[in-house]
């Protein structure tokens, strides 16, 4: 009996203890949870759309949709792509159980909501929304987070965010993923200690600095860096290098520099290589195109060398300084010297993007040839640091090397011995250590100024047991007259005898003099050219409608950017030019808010480089368009083009030229005000038609744009007060009116050139496809630049196709070299004519006139470019072909030519009710003329002129 009721005892607690646990998983919400969740529902613009019931305040018991709980407790909202919209309860920290939320590709708005204190969150899903502000406190205590996406909010717009150290205590963080949310600065180095992060995607913010240290070793996977706005990252990515568990890796759109690190053979898992749009130089790895894994490597627009590698998987490489234009063919021999004697001064980027291709008699800054063979090498004062490489002994014509005045350490090449043509050796001023080669004495041998070759060291001619004294040199003077003077491996008691010959006072002045002359002609070969400093792309913008990439070139050796070329006429140098002249033009801010509806995104007409155009409508109904700069991206650059296209259209007016309103400068806010051009750019019309539903362009509407552009040009260049050069002419920066005129648009790059026909040095800007030759090498433009972009245009209008297209097979992705050759028969011509085109015997016959006229305009000299106005006179007749009216149009005229002039004059008479006349004889024999009708003609002229 005791055992039954012990064995009955066990078994009620045990029920018990069952609907205990029942009662905790199937009872009542928790109250404060439901108080969040409610609030949550109120802050909806569209709670319907959740499909919570009406009444219910047990969503773990019942159910909710989207809502999922662990016991009484909300441990999941999951409401991703429902399309609601409104705001989150700022106190959602309150759903203490909280572990995964996911609130992705709504249009949720306002502040985000803190999770601070959230310790059982795992999973955060946020991005594809519209937050505006990110708490200083939202990553405060999430110890158990392992996935954060805040991707696509336009989080503190205006000042920007940066990730705050307490991220770091997330110690389970897996993946991060941050992406065109307006990040901020330096990239923290604590990302580079999480050993669990694996993916890591920043791309399309603001961020800059280098790719820390503290990444080496790093376990990630996926590194996405790539479009950030204003300079971007810059620096080496020799760390990428370490990181050897890699998938992907994208770093393209900034301002990385150096070479691809050599050690990159060690990420073997690397599927994905994007490098495009930096400016990396030197050769391609070997052991990064032999990856295993690699699928897709992408290098354009950077200053790469050498032979192009041949790959099987997805390679894109246009726009460097390859050897080659096919792959796998090696480079000839002296320009693999040259290569290797680059690397070894670590690349200085001015000469990596002008030593282009396989000759280097072609042009190639400091090497002069003699038939056709490299026999100067003249780099003096160029700021190269590293070593002589040995390769330069393989250029056995030369005859001069002088590298004077740079920071050169290592020793001389003793192989340097075997140039049997060398006649100078000028090493001075650099960082070298002995001990130097002996050469032959027919060689002069320079190398006072560096340090390490002292004079108590010096005495007599170096031998070959590797004494460490320079060439020639002799023992230290007790004036000082002779120490460190330039020494050679000439007979060097010549030297002597040549100096005591002559007396103290001559000898200083003669030397004085001799040094002036030498320093007189170094500087004019320094001034003879002025290569481009370094390049700013900016990064490419999905809604840029030519889907171009921008570039402009500033000026390394200064922190700012010049003042406005306008108005200071010369590049070079910081500009304290603040004040903009442009009359009576000011317009309050407030005025274009009103215009705009607060610049709403449903009124804006495109995205550029720097801001945002709008279409506005004026309390009167005038429409408008105003370019509103990002705060975010106001540089100095940024503001210079501002004051510029003030400058430029405030002092032009044509009818074919954008013509500028007013703008605006208010606190943060710079605003241009233009004319509003109803059909917007041309590019639309010939690249976008058919996804914007538009209609194609006929070829008369083509000619007349085409007309229209090279009026507005040929004004700029030489019919306006001052001659411009605009720069950045691309059918993005063409705009239409309702009837399909054209005008030229976008300023901000203008340079003032006071000679249309001189050259003027100035900081390389543009777009790739549409740069002159001369001007993307050289840095020099005149106004045949413009014309070259101009006959890149009319390639455009002939064909519809971009003037740079990655996708299109590579012989024809550059449309003004692929255009140049098709053009040459007129089956390869009608090969290439826009497919939407309707062509006619008649209209062949023009386009073929206008193909011609491209391929003069876009020769790759500037001499053999016409001038705009030719352009125009060769354009002209083919919009205006006048045709005489048949009889039936001239008899609509109400006017009967076939009749004599006197019985014509009586009619108008009759018709004007004209009696009191007066006469003007015509023929002696035939009456006379009466008074002339209102309106007629003021005079007769003779058929002889009186």
């Known amino acids: 009996m005791r055992a039954w009721t012990s064995r009955l005892l066990l078994l009620l607690l045990l029920l018990c203890a069952i609907l205990c646990f029942i009662s905790a998983v199937l009872g009542d919400t928790d109250q404060n949870d439901m108080a969040i969740l409610d609030e949550f529902r109120k802050g909806l613009d569209n709670p319907e759309l959740l499909q919570w019931p009406a009444g219910s305040t047990d969503p773990c018991g019942e159910k909710w949709k989207h809502v999922f709980c662990a016991g009484s407790r909300v441990a999941q909202i999951q409401v991703a792509n429902l399309g609601l919209s409104g705001s989150l309860p700022q106190d959602l920290n309150k759903l203490q159980m909280l572990s995964n939320v996911g609130l992705q590709r709504n249009k949720f708005s306002g502040k985000l909501p803190t999770f601070s204190g959230l310790s059982n969150l795992q999973y955060a899903y946020l991005s594809g929304n519209q937050f505006d502000t990110i708490p200083s406190d939202f990553f405060v205590g999430l110890t158990e987070l392992q996935v954060m996406s805040l991707d696509e909010n336009p989080l503190n717009q205006s000042t920007g965010w940066t990730l705050p150290q307490e991220l770091e205590n997330s110690a389970q963080l897996m993946n991060l993923t941050l992406s065109t949310c307006n990040l901020v600065g330096p990239l923290p180095d604590f990302l580079g200690r999480m050993s669990s992060l694996r993916v890591l995607e920043l791309s399309y913010n603001n961020l800059s600095g280098e790719i820390p240290a503290t990444f080496s070793g790093s376990s990630l996977q996926i590194l996405w860096l790539n479009n950030q706005d204003g300079l971007g990252f810059n620096g080496s990515i020799d760390v990428i290098a370490s990181m050897t568990a890699l998938t992907q890796v994208w770093l393209h759109g900034n301002g990385f520099t150096g070479p691809i690190p050599s050690g990159i053979g060690a990420c073997t898992s690397l599927t994905q290589l994007s490098l495009n749009g930096n400016q990396l130089v030197g050769i391609i790895p070997e052991n990064l195109t032999a990856l295993p894994e690699l699928q897709s490597l992408k290098l354009d627009n950077n200053a790469f060398m050498g032979p192009i590698p041949k790959v099987k998987y997805n390679f894109t490489y246009s726009q460097n300084s390859f050897c080659q234009s096919t792959p796998g063919l090696p480079c000839s021999p002296e320009v693999t010297a040259l290569l290797d004697f680059l690397q070894g001064v670590n690349y200085p980027l001015k000469l990596a993007k002008l030593w282009s291709g396989n000759d280097p008699c072609s042009g190639w800054l400091g090497i002069s040839c003699s038939a056709n063979k490299v026999s100067v090498i003249n780099l003096p004062n160029y700021q190269l640091d590293g070593t002589i490489s040995p390769s330069l002994g393989q250029l056995d014509s030369l005859t001069d090397i002088k590298l004077d005045g740079n920071n050169l350490t ?72 002779r120490s460190g003077s330039n020494t050679s491996s000439k007979n060097s008691n010549k030297v002597n005898v040549l100096i005591i010959a002559v007396p103290v006072g001559v000898g200083v002045s003669i030397i004085g003099l001799v040094s002036l002359l030498l320093f007189w002609r170094q500087k004019r070969k320094e001034s003879a050219f002025t290569a481009p400093s370094s390049i700013v792309i900016h990064p490419k913008d999905p809604s840029d409608e030519d889907n171009m990439v921008k570039i402009v070139v500033v000026n390394n050796a200064s922190n700012s950017t010049a003042g406005s070329d306008l108005q200071t006429g010369m590049d070079g140098g910081a500009s304290n030019l603040h004040v903009i002249d442009g009359g009576n033009l000011v317009i309050s801010v407030q005025v274009l808010r009103n215009a705009t509806r607060n610049f709403a995104p449903e009124n804006v007409l495109g995205k550029g480089g720097f801001g945002v155009v709008y279409r506005g409508e004026l309390h009167d109904g005038t429409m408008i368009a105003v370019k509103r700069m990002e705060a975010a991206v106001l540089s100095n650059k940024a503001l210079d083009e501002f004051q510029a296209e003030i400058a430029v259209l405030t002092k032009v007016r044509h009818r074919n030229l954008v013509s500028i309103l007013g703008y605006s400068v208010e606190g943060n806010e710079r605003l241009l005000v233009y004319e509003y051009m109803p059909q917007g750019a041309l590019s639309r019309h010939l690249f976008q038609w058919k996804q914007l539903n538009l209609e194609p362009l006929s070829w008369k509407k083509r000619l007349n744009i085409a007309l229209d552009v090279a009026r507005g040009m040929e004004y700029l260049h030489s019919l306006a007060h001052q001659s411009f050069i605009h720069r950045d002419l691309k059918p993005s920066n063409i705009l239409l009116s309702d009837d399909y005129r054209a005008k030229v648009a976008d300023f901000g790059l203008v340079k003032l050139a006071p000679d249309g026909k001189n050259s003027v040095a100035t900081r390389l800007a543009g777009t790739f496809g549409y740069l002159a030759p001369e001007y993307a090498v050289t840095g020099k433009i005149t106004t045949k630049a413009d014309v070259f972009s101009f006959g890149v245009v009319l390639m455009e209008l002939v064909t519809g196709l971009a003037a740079l297209d990655e996708d299109r097979p590579e012989e024809s992705r550059y449309l003004a070299s692929w255009f140049y050759y098709m053009k040459t028969s007129k089956e390869k011509l009608k090969a290439v004519i826009d497919s939407s085109l309707d062509v006619t015997d008649e209209a062949f016959e023009s386009i073929s006139v206008i193909a011609e006229l491209a391929g003069h305009c876009a020769a790759r000299e500037p001499h053999q470019r016409p001038d705009m106005g030719y352009a125009v006179n060769v354009l002209a007749p083919l919009v205006e072909k006048w045709k005489p009216m048949n009889d039936d149009q001239e008899e609509s005229l109400g006017i009967d030519l076939r009749q004599p002039l006197l019985q014509m004059v009586k009619g108008w008479q009759a018709a004007d009710g004209t009696t009191n006349v007066s006469s003007v004889s015509l023929d002696d024999s035939k009456g006379s003329i009466p008074a002339r009708p209102a309106g007629f003609a003021e005079s007769f002229t003779s058929a002889d002129g009186r």
């Open 410 to 481: 290592g020793t001389i090449p003793q192989n340097l011995t075997s140039l049997k043509s060398l006649k100078m050796l000028n090493l001075s001023s650099n960082n070298l250590s002995p001990p130097a080669p002996k050469f032959s004495n027919d060689v002069t041998v320079l190398v006072h100024g560096n340090p390490l070759f002292t004079t108590s060291n010096s005495s007599g001619s170096p031998s070959g047991n590797g004494s460490p004294s320079p060439p020639g040199s002799s023992s230290s003077s007790p004036s000082g007259g």
